[in-house]
């Protein structure tokens, strides 16, 4: 019943999708019917560009989400354990918190050129933030007596930190790891589109360019499934970690 | 009244401890003023008054979570400077790791003194069973009543053996029921290891029923009003709390503590 219920909208949204195309409400050239976005699927998979564009975003964008999560732990627990650390980051913070980081794709060009590195950096600076305010925010907010249990049994604030900070802020920080899953995946694709030679946001800029709007939908559609599988795989790692909450 | 002054006769000895605090945005607050109070060994000794005065800072100080600014505190293990295991503490929302299960919290707190392995699997069983918690080893804090929390954390505390337990209103968040009980079984616990206990408070009745001696506090700047020796937690009366001269003493104590609250009242009604 609970998995009906959520294929059910899904597959009503590709029905009309099918429908309203073959009965010609909406033009082809706008949106291709549902089965032709497939068939140019089956291409792009036989072909291999799918997966040899694939093979290229995917790796260098968790380079920048892997180095964002460490950073960010990092500056965020820093923060949150430091007030001259906080003064001397916070205004930094602050800054780069609401600007579009894809504003920055054209500086990142001149800096690492199109090759992996820019991308890579332009994941990074937008995963950076979510994790660094989750981490600060959710480390600030432990309740001192946690610690100060800790403490009385003997703990060294070292230890303390590990055992008690982090898995009480956990649930915060799994939040903010959550929402860089989130820009880890725009970013990808809008630095490709700008400036790339492969990967999949390269793809669908010149397949578009081409006129093969079947095939740039496919790839459209590997992107958002990518998306939704690493965000409902990110959701059942976070329940299993924090099932001891209620 | 047992002597306070040699050395092996030690639980705590406060001296002169004057803390001051600055709210943001407001004037500096004394919390407490210039309080000198000696607990000997092995006696329970509750801190007594209304909120606001101060007993749950006194107890941190005691606990070295907070620095003594003015004064000193001393143990049978020396001058108090920070937190220490000889220190045990529990608080009133109970301070358990809610990402560790029952067994795994007292775990935690047995690998800190060293203690791993079936050794110290056996020392946390005997607790978790003194507290009457068989069975409820592997639940997470969140599964559990807030009386059995507190048990947890009383578990904890006392598995790793420390020689003075201190007690932030630890049952402060129970339902009456629960917290009568609780008080029983803390009294059972405590007659059987005779450990130093400082007992935060603002429950009149729970002081003269557990302790030894109490120190009745006044509202802001804290000080110690009067301290008065009891004896009602040595009988072995199941009708204690129906005993005239319980009744009386709580009556009497209740008097002390009610002019301090009226006195509170009054100074605000002044401010």
Redesign the interface.
């Known amino acids: 019943m609970r998995v009906a219920s959520r294929i059910l909208p899904v597959l009503l949204v590709l029905l009309l999708w099918e429908g309203s195309t073959r009965l010609g409400f909406v033009s082809r050239a706008a949106l291709p019917p549902f089965t032709v976005v497939m068939q140019a699927l089956a291409g792009l998979v036989a072909d291999g560009s799918l997966w040899a564009n694939a093979a290229k975003s995917v790796p260098r964008s968790l380079v920048g989400f892997a180095a964002a999560l460490v950073v960010g732990t990092l500056l965020g627990g820093g923060m949150a354990l430091s007030r001259p650390f906080r003064t001397l980051v916070n205004p930094l913070v602050q800054v780069l918190y609401p600007l579009p980081k894809s504003a920055l794709i054209p500086l990142l060009l001149v800096w690492f050129g199109l090759g992996d590195t820019s991308k890579s950096v332009l994941v990074f600076l937008g995963c950076l933030l979510p994790v660094v305010l989750s981490t600060f925010n959710g480390i600030a907010g432990v309740?001192?007596?946690?610690v100060?249990?800790?403490?009385?049994?003997?703990?060294s604030r070292a230890?303390v930190l590990w055992?008690?900070l982090l898995?009480?802020a956990?649930p915060q920080i799994l939040t903010g790891v959550r929402t860089a899953i989130a820009f880890m995946f725009l970013l990808m694709v809008s630095s490709e589109l700008v400036i790339a030679t492969n990967g999949l946001g390269y793809m669908i800029g010149a397949l578009g360019d081409r006129g093969a709007y079947p095939a740039m939908f496919a790839v459209i559609l590997v992107v958002s499934a990518l998306g939704f599988a690493a965000d409902a795989g990110f959701q059942a790692m976070s329940a299993h970690w924090?099932?001891?909450?209620? | 009244m047992p002597e306070a002054g040699s050395r092996e006769a030690i639980g705590v000895e406060i001296s002169r401890v004057t803390h001051r605090y600055a709210p943001r945005n407001g004037a500096q607050v004394t919390a407490l003023a210039n309080i000198s109070l000696g607990i000997p060994r092995n006696q329970f000794h509750a801190l007594l008054g209304p909120s606001g005065c101060g007993k749950s800072t006194l107890l941190y100080l005691i606990g070295g979570f907070i620095p003594v600014q003015e004064g000193e505190i001393r143990t049978a293990s020396g001058l108090v400077r920070g937190p220490g295991p000889e220190r045990g503490i529990v608080f009133q929302n109970f301070a358990l790791f809610p990402w560790k299960t029952v067994k795994a919290n007292v775990l935690y707190a047995l690998a800190q003194r060293g203690s791993r392995g079936s050794e110290a699997d056996q020392r946390a069983q005997h607790f978790i069973d003194m507290v009457h918690l068989t069975g409820f080893e592997g639940s997470y804090p969140a599964q559990l009543s807030g009386g059995m929390q507190q048990r947890a954390a009383i578990a904890r505390t006392l598995a790793t053996d420390p020689d003075i337990l201190l007690m932030d209103e630890p049952f402060g968040a129970l339902d009456a029921q629960t917290r009568r009980i609780m008080q029983e079984e803390l009294l059972g616990i405590w007659r059987a290891s005779r450990k130093t206990v400082v007992f935060v408070t603002h429950d009149v009745a729970e002081a003269v029923y557990l302790a030894d001696s109490i120190s009745v506090m006044s509202a802001r700047p804290g000080r110690i009003q009067q301290r008065i020796e009891t004896d009602f937690n040595n009988r072995n009366d199941p009708g204690i709390l129906r005993n005239p001269e319980f009744v009386d003493t709580v009556e009497h104590v209740w008097e002390l503590v009610r002019a301090e609250v009226d006195a509170t009242k009054a100074g605000r009604a002044a401010a």
Not at chain 1, 143 to 146: D, Q, S
Not at chain 1, 242 to 246: F, I, M, P
């Open positions: 309740n001192e007596v946690l100060w249990s800790a403490r009385s049994m003997g703990a230890a055992d008690v898995p009480a956990s924090l099932r001891w909450r209620e």
